[in-house]
């Protein structure tokens, strides 16, 4: 199915139970470390994305026992380079994968044919290695090069069968949640092409396939609220960055508060990071920009001269804005939200000139302020 074909596109839904060391194969297609049509393999903390024999893209993960992860992998073999060859999108963003070797112009096809192999690395039947640890969603084949906006579109969605250029999928939904499944010895591709034989799987209980992830408790809160003029990252404790879904996801320099002032109107997403956890929220389309005022376009800091305690407070809207306060070299010393009226304590910050910013990192209101 992947064998022999200059373009395709490959999806796995999957949650992973074991730790962020471990070492385990997603996928692979092969008869030997130099034969691959094709693996997915995570070893030392990287994903590891490899064709024929060393050619391969690599890019850093460390899998959280909280979240479930859309993966795709998009490959085409009529680009000029490795870059335009190989995409790898986590969650709809797109990785940056480091590439050793080329990545061919057409895949291998190895003699004698290789099986499609899900959750361990295959070398026939006598040779199998790094099992994967998890449960597996959704798989999903396509003879298509999908587009940076149909995979973000596919991150929480799942196939139903008709869309242009599928091949089969499998949502591996077969069996009772829970229960007992052993009676089934294989899965039929929804669209009748290829089956599945399950072989060191558990048919039983939670452990089952069937049973799910478990419930993401403590997991990343990737939802997004949107109003006028902003949108805000629900989860209250991470690192943030937000992305500008419609230029392949790239990051928007100074924008990695909980809150974020669009300039212009467009589709923006947030990646969160929380320890070794990275997630990413679906694409939110922007389209009032410049429909109502941004509601920090005026505020207050005071008093000023400042001793212990800055009141900030911005009115005209009666919702919430992000603040910043930067000491005289740019670096930033406080950080948080104010909610038309907010005190900052400030009685440990040396005394010195201090900017005060509200709103956008990219276009702020901002006052200056003396701390005694």
């Known amino acids: 199915m992947l064998a022999g074909k200059s373009e395709f596109t490959l999806e796995l839904r999957i949650h992973i139970d074991a730790s962020a060391a471990a070492d385990f194969t997603l996928l692979g297609q092969r008869d030997s470390d130099v034969n691959r049509t094709l693996v997915i393999q995570r070893w030392a903390s990287a994903f590891y994305l490899l064709f024929d024999g060393y050619n391969f893209g690599s890019c850093a993960f460390a899998p959280c026992p909280s979240e479930t992860y859309h993966l795709a992998l998009v490959y085409n073999g009529a680009g000029a380079a ?83 250029g599928l091949v089969e999928y499998f949502h591996f939904d077969d069996g009772t949640p829970g229960g007992t499944n052993t009676g089934i010895t294989s899965f039929a591709g929804g669209l009748g092409v290829s089956t599945i034989t399950p072989v060191n799987m558990a048919m039983t209980g939670a452990a089952s396939n069937f049973e799910g992830p478990p419930a993401l408790v403590g997991g990343l809160d990737v939802s997004v609220t949107q109003d006028t003029g902003y949108l805000m990252a629900n989860e209250p404790v991470a690192i943030y960055q937000w992305l500008d879904c419609d230029n392949g996801f790239a990051p928007i320099p100074l924008e990695t508060y909980q809150y974020f002032f669009p300039l212009v109107n467009g589709t923006y997403a947030v990646a969160l990071t929380a320890g070794a ?7 939110i389309t922007v389209g009032n920009v410049g429909i ?22 911005h009115g005209g809207h009666g919702g919430s804005a992000p603040y910043r306060i930067l000491n005289a070299v740019g670096a930033v010393v406080r950080t948080g939200t104010v909610t038309q009226r907010t005190v900052v304590p400030l009685a440990d910050l040396a005394p010195g000139v201090y900017t005060v910013q509200v709103g956008s990192a990219q276009a702020p209101a901002t006052k200056v302020i003396v701390k005694l």
Request: hydrophobic share 35%.
């Open 82 to 164: 490795n870059s335009d060859r190989l995409a790898f999108y986590i969650d709809g963003v797109a990785q940056a994968p480091t590439s050793t070797g080329t990545i061919p112009a057409t895949t291998l096809v190895t003699s004698p044919p290789a099986d499609l192999v899900l959750g361990c690395e295959h070398n026939g039947p006598s040779t199998q290695l790094q099992y994967m640890e998890g449960q597996i969603g959704e798989l999903c084949i396509w003879d298509r090069v999908l587009t940076p906006t149909e995979i973000s579109a596919r991150v929480a969605t799942e196939v139903v069968g008709t869309e242009t």
């Open 277 to 283: 956890c990275t997630d990413t929220s679906a694409c």
């Open 292 to 313: 109502a005022p941004v509601p920090t376009s005026s505020f207050a800091a005071y008093p000023n001269p400042v001793a212990d305690e800055l009141v900030i407070e």
